[in-house]
Structures are given as C-alpha cells and as structure tokens.
C-alpha cells in the first residue's frame, strides 16, 4: 500500500471514529410553526444578512451606527469582518477584514473618531494596538508591542493610551502613544528584583500617573517627567489597585499597610496595619471606604473606615464572597452572594437583614440597583427586588438560556472538565497513539522492502542502501504523519470544545455588561422553540418575552438594546423562512459537508 493511499485510509477511518462530529441539527420547528409565531411578533424594521458566524461584540456608535464583530462558526473561531450598519436602515457602511492582523480583537474605545482595538495572538502572545477610521473603516495605524502586556489604559481627555509592558524578568515600560497617529510621545523604564511585576498596573489621575514599579513614583501624563518619588514604598503584587479619592491617594503597601498619601508630594498622611493573613483585592468607596479581603478559607473580610480615613471603624471576617457592587443606604450596606442579599450596619459592623433574591445559585456577575424604596437584584438569569428597609421579596423573573450550558455556571463546569480532559489525553493517551501507528507503520515498510527483494534480506537482516535509503524516507514520512495525526487528535473535539466555551462565556460577561438601561434590564431567552429575550421594567417588575427566531445553534443569543429608541438589534435566523439562506461548510478533519444557516442582524421595536 503506498503511503497516500495508507494515509487515505486511516484518515477516513480515524475520521469516521475518532475526529468526527455530530452533525449540526437542522431547525426541529417547521415553516409553518415559525409563520405562526412570526404573526404574534411586531415586523422587523430592517434584517441583513451577515453569514454563519457568531459576534464577538455588538456596540451602538454615534451618527446612526451599529459596530458588528463576528467568528465562524468552526473550531478555532476564526476571525470574520467588522461590520459597520446604518441602524435606520441595515445597510452596510463599511466592512474591515480581520486577516490581516490575526488574533483576539478587544475593543478600546472609540474617541476623536478612531476605533481602537487591542490585538492579542494567543499562540504567539503577541500584542499589538490598532486604529480605524470610524467614518470609512480604514486602518489608520498598527502599533505591535513589544513583551507582556500588563495594561493599557485610554485617558480620552489627553487623546493618548497608556501602554505598560514587561520585556524582560524584572523590567517595566511604560509609554504615551497618541491616538491620532500612533506615535509614541514618551517612554519610561523601571528594573526590579521584584517578581511578576505584570500583577501591578499604574494609576492615572486627572494629569498624572502613579508607577508602583520602583518603589512609588509619580509622573506627568503629559511627558513622562517625575514630579516625586518614595522608593521606600514597595507595592506588593497582590495588593488591590491604588485609588484617588478627594486629595487623598490610597493603596496597601507590601507590609499590608493602609496607606494614605499626599497625592501632590508623596508624603504619607495616615497609615494603618491591616491583617497580616488577609490578601486584599480592592479598595471600595461608598462615602466611607471599606477594603475587600478575602482568605484562604475563600470566606472575605471586611474593613470599614471613617471618612476621613483616620479611624479603623471595625473589621469583620467570615463573610461570604460579595459577587455584585455594594450599595449604602442609610446606616446599612447591602451586597449580594450566590442566592442572598446581604446587610450590615455601616458605623458598627454588626448584621442587618438579610433575603433570597434567587432561587438559582449563581457564581456569576451580579448588579444592585437602588429604584425608589425598593434594591434591584441584577443577575445572571435571574431579575427580581426587594422592598426597604425589610427586603420583603417583590417581583421575581427568571430567564431561561437558549441552551442548559449557555451560563457562566454551566460553562465554568464545561472549561474545567475540557482542561482536565485535553491535558489527560496529551500525557496518557496521545503518545502511545503516536507510537502505535508509527511503530507498526514502519514494520510494514520493512517487510515491503524485504518482499521486493526476494532472497536478498532475511528477517534478521538489517536493510541496506540503496534500499536504505528508501526505508529512512518512508519512516520519517510515517512518524511526519503520525505526528499530524497527533496533532489532529490533540486539537479535534476537546480544543474545539474548549475554545467554542470559553468564546461563549466570554459573550455571555459582555452581554450582562450591557443589558441594563435606566428603567429596564433584558436578558437572552428561550420561549419554548424560539429565541428572543425577556425585557423586565424595574420599577414595576414586569416583564414582556418577546421571540426573534427559531432555535438554532447559539444564534439568537446576542441581543443589542437600545433603549432611547426602543429598537433591539437581535443576531440570529429571523422568523421568515422565505429569507433562510444555507452556507456549505467543511468538517474538521472529516472531510465531511454540512448545511450552517447564515444568520442576520435584525431590527425589531421592543414591546414596551
């Protein structure tokens, strides 16, 4: 069997047994059941067709403008254009090809008319910065960084970013660039014996900007000149960012120090010890400021300061994990974890009232919302409140996901069981499958070679040139191919796998980031065989499930409102079977054609 025709085979087979898919399902509702859902929903004001892929973000622009990223849908989530669309109209503005600069796209800002994005290439942890024109999608400028980046920071009034990177063990840069035109405007560089310096970030306040690399310095935002510094104020690597409150800097130092700092001169004001067990992750301002902790035990504590920050009110520890933001009203403090709403008393420390807010427990992001007498309870998939000052539950609204895994919690529990998996199946399986095929492969070779040259080899006999020679090429070429099967087998289902959930968690954070207006907050929803989203009035508790398209795939998952105009732009099929388009598409490895839908963005008004 010659060597292509062997590797034919064996890919035919390893793909039918090994690498292959389950086929994507079609729509398991017919046209007719979708027209009858589509004449209990409102006629979109516009739909256009974007392709079988999935957006990695959706943004509302100024002058009319919806900014569309989005990735196929195939096992690395390659990237697809950055489309433009006129929101009165679906029409395309411009589109921009992400082939040219291959890697994560993460969204900057968009200021002076320039979009910025931060490019990040996994494999390579390569990072560079680019710049669009807003009005025509061309590139402006591609800025690559050079090291780790740490942070990167727009500071929109002066028009400049602020990149911080690490080169080298122990060695830290930091430099201006304008936004206009990529140039750098200034450039410092710190060295430390300290370790993992990319934990730290600098602070920018107003003109200036507060380096923690080198003991304690401050700078210029405007040329990178020092204006002081306190090389005797080390900042540990765990210690939470640094804050400005009023004329006050305020950061823990590596003693695990509060310390509070003239911001114009250095000079320390205030200074107290903190717990020595306690690693804190954040400095929280509420009109008095509290310091987040948390121990090993993964219980947090608490640290209340007066206002002046002269006088430690009280600490407390044992507390469970705040997983929304902390609201102050009158003398209490409330916070949410998992499934209950927390209080406490702000002067002394001790509890207040406590409640469920969610039925579901939840590791998710979580917001609180202060709307008249009553706190909002903003989570993953579940909108409830309840009223003051009892926290008496109120209204209660459940989101059910497009799919059981479309949750940060189902996801998690999917990203973990897929590392463990990958990693178990590259240190115990995939070496002797390697081996195994290469091994037997090559014996195959020898006795072919033997077999073409009756009498002049025995089984003992080692093989020599010229046949040799043709005997050492079929073997490399043997170990090349097994090594690319290797290869295939490490990165078939379980990367695939690994990177379609860790994409998706990534849009279900982005989404929640986004999904709550003044008075109203959504979610993606399932209404039975079809998707749309759940629209709660927070005020009232009210809610309306409006469906867009039938359920298919992740499409439908991302839903874009904007409120001011009543519209939702909605990524998915749509309910006009008349529009379905169908795109061929090649499975990995197989070989094997499958049928994708191409999805839309699509218009539709809120049923408010």
């Known amino acids: 069997m010659h060597l292509a025709s062997w590797l034919a085979t064996l890919i035919l087979i390893l793909g039918t047994c090994i690498f292959s898919f389950a086929a994507e399902p079609e729509l398991f509702v017919t046209n007719d059941e979708i027209r009858v859902q589509a004449k209990k929903t409102v006629e979109p004001l516009w739909q256009t067709g974007v392709g079988p892929g999935l957006p990695d973000e959706m943004r509302l622009l100024t002058d009319d403008r919806l900014l569309v990223g989005l990735r196929k849908y195939d096992r690395d989530f390659t990237n697809m254009d950055l489309t433009l669309l006129d929101t009165r109209t679906g029409q395309v503005v411009w589109r921009y090809e992400r082939k040219k600069h291959r890697g994560k796209y993460s969204f900057l800002a968009n200021d002076r008319g320039y979009l910025l994005y931060k490019i990040t290439q996994k494999q390579k942890g390569k990072v560079g910065i680019l710049?669009?024109?807003?009005?025509?999608?061309?590139?402006?400028?591609?800025?690559?960084?050079?090291?780790?980046?740490?942070?990167?920071?727009?500071?929109?009034?002066?028009?400049?970013?602020?990149?911080?990177?690490?080169h080298k063990k122990g060695k830290i840069t930091i430099?201006?660039?304008?936004?206009?035109?990529?140039?750098?405007?200034?450039?410092?560089?710190?060295?430390?014996?300290?370790?993992?310096?990319?934990?730290?970030?600098?602070?920018?306040?107003?003109?200036?900007?507060?380096?923690?690399?080198?003991?304690?310095?401050?700078?210029?935002?405007?040329?990178?000149?020092?204006?002081?510094?306190?090389?005797?104020?080390?900042?540990?690597?765990?210690?939470?960012?640094?804050?400005?409150?009023?004329?006050?800097?305020?950061?823990?130092?590596?003693?695990?120090?509060?310390?509070?700092?003239?911001?114009?001169?250095?000079?320390?004001?205030?200074?107290?010890?903190?717990?020595?067990?306690?690693?804190?992750?954040?400095?929280?301002?509420?009109g008095q400021f509290y310091i987040l902790g948390q121990k090993s035990t993964g219980e947090s504590s608490l640290v209340a300061l007066s206002s002046d920050l002269e006088k430690i009110l009280w600490q407390r520890a044992g507390l469970a994990v705040p997983l929304s933001n902390m609201l102050l009203q009158g003398d209490l403090i409330y916070y949410a974890s998992g499934m209950m709403l927390f209080s406490f008393n702000i002067r002394t420390g001790e509890s207040g009232p406590f409640s469920v807010v969610s039925l579901i427990g939840s590791k998710g992001p979580a917001g609180l919302r202060l709307r008249g007498d009553k706190i909002i309870y903003?989570?993953?998939?579940?909108?409830?409140?309840?009223?003051?000052?009892?926290?008496?539950?109120?209204?209660?609204?459940?989101?059910?996901p497009i799919t059981n895994e479309l949750s940060t919690k189902g996801l998690d529990k999917v990203i973990k069981r897929a590392k463990r998996k990958l990693s178990a199946s590259q240190k115990q399986k995939v070496d002797t499958f390697s081996s195994r095929i290469a091994d037997n492969q090559i014996?195959?070779?020898?006795?072919?070679?033997?077999?073409?040259?009756?009498?002049?080899?025995?089984?003992?006999?080692?093989?020599?040139?010229?046949?040799?020679?043709?005997?050492?090429?079929?073997?490399?070429?043997?170990?090349?191919?097994?090594e690319a099967i290797l290869k295939a087998y490490k990165e078939s289902g379980l990367e695939h796998q690994l990177n379609e959930v860790t994409f998706l968690r990534e849009i279900v954070v982005a989404q929640l980031a986004q999904a709550t207006g003044k008075d109203y907050a959504y979610r993606p929803h399932s209404a039975g065989s079809f998707n749309g989203i759940k629209l709660v009035h927070l005020l009232t508790g009210k809610s309306v499930v409006?469906?867009?398209?039938?359920?298919?795939?992740?499409?439908?998952?991302?839903?874009?409102?904007?409120?001011?105009?009543?519209?939702?732009?909605?990524?998915?099929?749509?309910?006009?079977?008349?529009?379905?388009?169908?795109?061929?598409?090649?499975?990995?490895?197989?070989?094997?054609?499958?049928?994708?839908?191409?999805?839309?963005?699509?218009?539709?008004?809120?049923?408010?």
């Open 443 to 482: 014996a195959l070779y020898r006795s072919q070679v033997r077999a073409a040259n009756p009498g002049k080899y025995s089984n003992s006999d080692s093989i020599s040139p010229p046949d040799f020679m043709l005997y050492q090429k079929m073997t490399a070429s043997t170990w090349e191919a097994s």
């Open 131 to 166: 710049a669009l024109k807003q009005s025509s999608g061309k590139e402006v400028w591609f800025l690559p960084l050079k090291g780790h980046l740490v942070d990167l920071k727009v500071e929109a009034s002066r028009g400049v970013l602020v990149a911080t990177t690490q």
């Open 546 to 608: 409006q469906a867009f398209s039938p359920s298919y795939l992740e499409y439908g998952f991302w839903n874009l409102v904007d409120f001011d105009k009543g519209v939702v732009y909605h990524h998915g099929l749509g309910l006009n079977p008349d529009k379905y388009e169908k795109s061929e598409k090649f499975k990995t490895f197989t070989l094997k054609k499958e049928r994708l839908f191409n999805s839309s963005i699509i218009a539709y008004p809120l049923d408010l």
């Open 175 to 286: 430099r201006s660039i304008n936004i206009e035109s990529g140039q750098s405007l200034w450039e410092r560089s710190w060295k430390s014996d300290q370790k993992n310096l990319w934990m730290l970030a600098p602070l920018i306040h107003n003109q200036t900007l507060f380096s923690p690399y080198q003991g304690l310095e401050c700078l210029s935002l405007a040329d990178g000149r020092p204006l002081w510094q306190r090389k005797d104020l080390k900042i540990a690597q765990v210690s939470p960012t640094m804050k400005v409150a009023g004329d006050r800097l305020i950061l823990i130092d590596s003693t695990n120090s509060l310390q509070v700092l003239n911001p114009a001169s250095g000079a320390t004001l205030i200074k107290h010890g903190l717990d020595e067990t306690v690693h804190f992750s954040a400095i929280i301002s509420l």
């Open 378 to 400: 903003l989570g993953e998939y579940v909108i409830s409140d309840v009223s003051l000052p009892d926290l008496k539950l109120g209204s209660y609204n459940g989101i059910t």
